[in-house]
């Protein structure tokens, strides 16, 4: 009888938290939130910040009086702490929205997330603001050398993400700059950084990084395809959201997502750097799809696909100096 009663407790107050939309964006916009948070800013924030989640919700725990939310951000899993948890979140697979309070004490310590509110996502999704594509970047300021440093690359044991990018990225700067006259030094050094960034903490040669953008974009954070391929690594729309990225036109949010899809079709086929062979197919999973690679049982025979695989190896062996 007394758990019975808790657990009434607990949906008379789970059934409060079930706010109304009204309130809800009202309490989004005291905190200025106006898109959900992407999965990038959330894994490299430091402190305590009020943010907006999009997810699918696959679980609820309970144990000791404290309750567990299981959610999923596109590809990632995440837990988020809550004193009472909404009975409608409870009804199995939902789609929500959730403003949820997060700390990280260091740079490299988990995320913790506490739920402050809950709403539906198709009752939230309508008052998204999504940024406008940006201006032109101004001319180029400084640019010298042209050669990229083995050193930054992730072979052998690589250095932690922020020396790296401390040691190598006004090399990789120079060189973004030199190849792309209309960017200034600080937008190549931008891309630099996130370059560097992303490419150790994914494991993957920065310079092939450097090779694909070049064969992409030739480093135009404002390149838009016909089909709608966005940003400095083209992403897709659907790839994008698959990814967690929010806005592609961001340069970190696009790099990540650039270099975290290559790491996955690398991982994929066993590619390497070493492997030209798998590498290849890697490649042509990023241009064309692995649904193509896996038709055709290799490299499709498509001019464009065939003539991009074979332009990003080469820059990328003149990158390593072969």
């Given at each position: 009888m007394r758990r019975l009663a808790i657990l009434a407790v607990l949906f008379i107050a789970g059934s409060s938290l079930?706010?109304?939309?009204?309130?809800y964006l009202a309490l989004r916009k005291k905190h200025k939130i106006s898109l959900p948070v992407s999965i990038v800013e959330l894994d490299s924030f430091v402190g305590t910040k009020v943010f907006e989640i999009k997810c699918t919700v696959n679980?609820?725990?309970?144990?000791?009086?404290?309750?567990?939310?299981?959610?999923?951000?596109?590809?990632?899993?995440?837990?988020?702490?809550?004193?009472?948890?909404?009975?409608?979140?409870?009804?199995?697979t939902v789609q929500a929205r959730m403003l949820v309070k997060a700390t990280r004490e260091q740079e490299l310590g988990a995320v913790t997330l506490q739920l402050l509110m809950a709403n539906a996502?198709?009752?939230?999704?309508?008052?998204?603001?999504?940024?406008?594509?940006?201006?032109?970047?101004k001319p180029v300021t400084r640019a010298t050398s042209t050669k990229v440093s083995r050193s930054a690359s992730s072979k052998g044991r690589p250095l932690p993400a922020r020396e790296a990018v401390a040691a190598y990225a006004p090399t990789y700067a120079r060189f973004i700059a030199n190849h792309n006259r209309k960017l200034s030094y600080d937008k190549a050094y931008e891309i630099a950084s996130a370059v560097i960034g992303w490419s150790v903490n994914y494991q993957v040669d920065a310079r092939l990084v450097m090779a694909l953008l070049i064969a992409e974009s030739d480093f135009n954070p404002a390149e838009l395809s016909g089909p709608g391929a966005t940003g400095l690594g083209q992403l897709m729309p659907g790839t994008a959201r698959e990814l967690g990225v929010r806005n592609p036109w961001n340069t970190n949010e696009n790099l990540y997502g650039t270099v975290k899809y290559l790491k996955t079709q690398m991982d994929r086929y066993g590619a390497t750097e070493d492997n030209a062979d798998r590498l290849a197919?890697?490649?042509?999973?990023?241009?064309?799809?692995p649904g193509a690679v896996k038709k055709h049982g290799g490299v499709p025979?498509?001019?464009?696909?065939?003539?991009?695989?074979?332009?990003?190896?080469?820059?990328?062996?003149?990158?390593?100096?072969?």
């Open positions: 079930a706010q109304t939309s009204s309130e679980g609820i725990m309970e144990l000791d009086g404290k309750n567990s939310i299981s959610v999923e951000m596109g590809p990632n899993l995440q837990v988020i702490d809550a004193e009472v948890v909404p009975a409608w979140l409870k009804g199995g996502e198709s009752d939230v999704a309508k008052y998204d603001v999504y940024p406008k594509k940006p201006p032109a970047s197919l890697a490649l042509a999973a990023y241009n064309a799809g025979p498509y001019r464009e696909t065939q003539n991009y695989v074979r332009r990003i190896l080469r820059t990328y062996r003149q990158l390593c100096g072969a």
